[in-house]
C-alpha cells in the first residue's frame, strides 16, 4: 500500500490539526502531579515539591514550557 497520495506536497484541509487542538492547556487545573509526568519523572516527594514550586512561582501557564 503506497504511502503517499499523487500531488500530496500539502496535507489536505481536513487533515491539518487545528491550532486550538495543539496547546496543552484543557481549561482544568494543572496539578503537580501533571507537572512531574509531563517531564518524564518518577512522582516522588522530591518531584511533587519541585512541581508545587513551579506552579507557585510561574503559574498554571508552567506546564506550557514542558510540553510542545
Known amino acids: ?7 500530496g506536497a ?3 484541509a481536513d487533515r491539518v490539526t487545528p491550532d486550538d487542538l495543539l496547546h496543552t492547556r484543557t481549561g ?3 496539578s503537580p502531579e501533571d507537572m512531574v509526568l509531563a517531564t ?3 512522582l516522588t516527594p522530591r518531584t511533587l515539591a519541585w512541581a508545587r514550586r513551579k506552579l507557585a512561582e510561574e503559574g498554571p501557564t508552567a506546564i506550557e514550557k514542558l510540553l510542545p
Open 28 to 30: 482544568s487545573e494543572v
Open 1 to 7: 500500500m503506497p504511502t503517499s497520495q499523487p500531488g
Open 40 to 42: 518524564g519523572r518518577d
Open 10 to 12: 500539502r496535507p489536505a
